[in-house]
């Protein structure tokens, strides 16, 4: 059944036992003629009512069915949440053993006590205490953490899985953060140097249709960028390859389009770098 969903099976002969449609299949007792002309129409043939419900129809799944499937998008989830954390501090992977028991340290403290899990310290969503004596607590006090309560199977392992990450880096119940992409930026040296200008804040500002902002082009590209590899000038254009947070790829993007009105570019040459043992 959950083949024939799929696609991955076509031939209905492998998918029914019988062709024939049942009000109770454990008793036997097959559907009389005139309940189906009232429910499907007295010119639907027997086989179009079968591949309504088979298509249609709500699905029953047999236990061991259904655990081998969840058992099969947590894996899935595993695997994605495992290829895009690392730890922010050796850049290294996480197995997915240790993945897989962080996120049921979440699941395992309830809906009411995730924000209890100890924050790690130094992380991006925890702020410095002033002192000591004082506990390190998440930014956004007062706002709802993201939660994990485990996988389903109602929903796709790449949603869950970024629904996972999101907890993991909220509440740290180990130290992770986003692998970061390596990205090669380019912008013509004309327009490194300009002060950088922004829309105005509404149509009756700025006579030229433009509010200068602080900073240089350059300064602002830079600033996206956590870690330089390297920088050059090649006749009249400036390159960067250098490490971003993906967080902030679409605002990168945009400000160096919006910039250099599309002469300039940010192309992607690792969409997760992280640090394997060997």
């Not at 083949?3 to 454990?26: A, M, T």
């Not at 997915?96 to 403290?109: E, Y």
């Not at 940010?266 to 992280?274: G, H, N, P, W």
Request: net charge negative; hydrophobic share 35%.
């Amino acid at each position: 059944m959950l083949e024939w969903r799929s696609g991955v099976e076509k031939d209905l002969d492998n998918v029914l036992q019988i062709p024939n449609v049942f009000l109770s299949v454990s008793k036997g007792q097959a559907a009389p003629t005139q309940d189906l002309t009232k429910s499907f129409g007295a010119k639907t043939s027997l086989n179009d009512i079968i591949l309504e419900i088979l298509n249609k129809g709500e699905l029953q799944v047999g236990e061991k069915e259904r655990h081998a499937q969840l058992e099969r998008v947590h894996n899935e989830v595993i695997d994605i949440v495992a290829s895009k954390l690392v730890d922010p501090n050796t850049k290294r992977v996480y197995t997915t053993g240790m993945i897989d028991k962080a996120l049921d340290q979440l699941s395992s403290q309830g809906a009411n006590q995730q924000g209890d899990i100890k924050m790690t310290q130094g992380s991006s969503d925890a702020a410095p205490a002033a002192n000591s004596d004082e506990t390190v607590e998440p930014k956004g006090k007062g706002k709802e953490l993201p939660k994990w309560t485990g996988v389903v199977t109602t929903r796709s392992a790449k949603s869950q899985a970024l629904d996972a990450m999101k907890a993991l880096i909220a509440h740290q119940p180990i130290p992770v953060a986003r692998a970061r992409m390596r990205l090669r930026i380019t912008c013509p040296t004309s327009i490194l140097k300009q002060a950088v200008k922004s829309a105005p804040k509404s149509a009756g500002e700025a006579a030229d249709g433009e509010e200068k902002a602080h900073g240089t082009v350059k300064d602002r590209i830079i600033s996206y960028v956590e870690e330089v590899e390297k920088q050059d000038v090649v006749g009249d254009e400036w390159e960067v390859v250098g490490f971003v947070e993906p967080g902030a790829f679409k605002a990168l993007t945009e400000f160096i389009g919006g910039q250099t009105k599309g002469r300039g570019r940010a192309e992607i040459l690792d969409m997760a770098v992280v640090h394997e043992d060997d």
